[in-house]
């Protein structure tokens, strides 16, 4: 009975990620769009696993960082009221360069592509997860690029580097995910 249930849970769990991914890439007409980009980086904090040594205990928080004025600063700020992981997300805005490895999850605005090389610069080889829509993002050193095609939400993924890093990327994102090198 108990390997039932747990099978039940396991399969429920798989069908409301496929479900969440699939909503999340419907077609985004511009007042959506920014709601299904912050979808999406929400499902990333689920389906990321960071090295335990990255929090400071069992329960701390899950921290996303958002550099930038970003049309996503809205909708980005309402995943402070959820959890990923068991851990309550936590927002800082426009953190200093010195404060970039204490995030888990960097979001940078489209106005700052001119941050680029400093975000590689600082953030060479730590478990830091960023994600961007700059155009070619990922192609530049960035390991998450959120990108419309045919009026969807999709996202790329640099897989090299993510790993680079120690961070662990669910099966099921990166077969959702276009992967470049």
Known sequence: MKALHHAMRKALLFSLTALLFQTASARADSSAEYGVKAGFVYNFAKFVEWPDSVFAFAAAPLRLCVLGKSPLDGKLQLLAQRQAQGRPIEITDNPSTQDWPSCQMLYLGADQASQLKALQATLVQI??????????????????????????????????IAQQTGLKLSAQMLRMAKIVE
């Open 127 to 160: 478990p830091v997860l960023t994600i961007s829509d700059i155009p070619n993002f990922a192609e530049k050193g960035g390991m998450i690029e959120l990108y419309l095609e045919e009026g969807r939400v999709r996202f790329a993924i640099n897989l090299v």
